[in-house]
């Protein structure tokens, strides 16, 4: 079965601190996508990483970077040096290929991780 | 360029009564999704169209949720009959490619409250 954990609920730093959210997911299909997407108060989702299951390099966007690793079906998401700006809630999702009869396209999210960044 | 759209952004309604909930996607894109969002938690699948054709509709709760998009452009959703377990908010996605793995752009959500 698909289904993505999000096994921190809620986290809260001080500014300029690193943190840490943890993703793993389960799939059976071997072509899969994961995404993060940041959704701030206002309540809309905002898009932040792309990745399929063949492309197991870690990527780095500003203060932001991403973990990818199949061994551990984790995609962990790194926020270095935080700022209050960052607070919100962070989604991770998996999207299949429905080889395994799974939909194919539509997004499978965690609960999210809401984030708290203090001045 | 616009982003998705999604009218009414709060739609109060009493238990039993009918609403249509409207999404305008991004420009030119093929492929549109509706989620629901409970409070506290993930969005969730409801269903899935790739121009007008209802492809997946898989995650709608009951035959008192539908959806169409007549023209493969902007969608309604409707619930009937809504129950107060249907508050929620609900998402609508879009995304240029045919239902291949393409990045979902969302929009801001109706907040849907039943009373």
Sequence with gaps: ???VTQAQTEISVVEKEDVTLDCVYETRDTTYYLFWYKQPPSGELVFLIRRNSFDEQNEISGR??????????SFNFTITASQVVDSAVYFCALSEAGNYGGSQGNLIFGKGTKLSVKP | GAGVSQSPRYKVAKRGQDVALRCDPISGHVSLFWYQQALGQGPEFLTYFQNEAQLDKSGL????FFAERPEGSVSTLKIQRTQQEDSAVYLCASSSNRGAVDTQYFGPGTRLTVL
């Design chain 1, 1 to 3: 079965a698909q289904k």
């Design chain 1, 64 to 73: 932001y970077s991403w973990n990818f690793q199949k061994s551990t079906s």
């Design chain 2, 61 to 64: 709760p009951s035959d008192r």
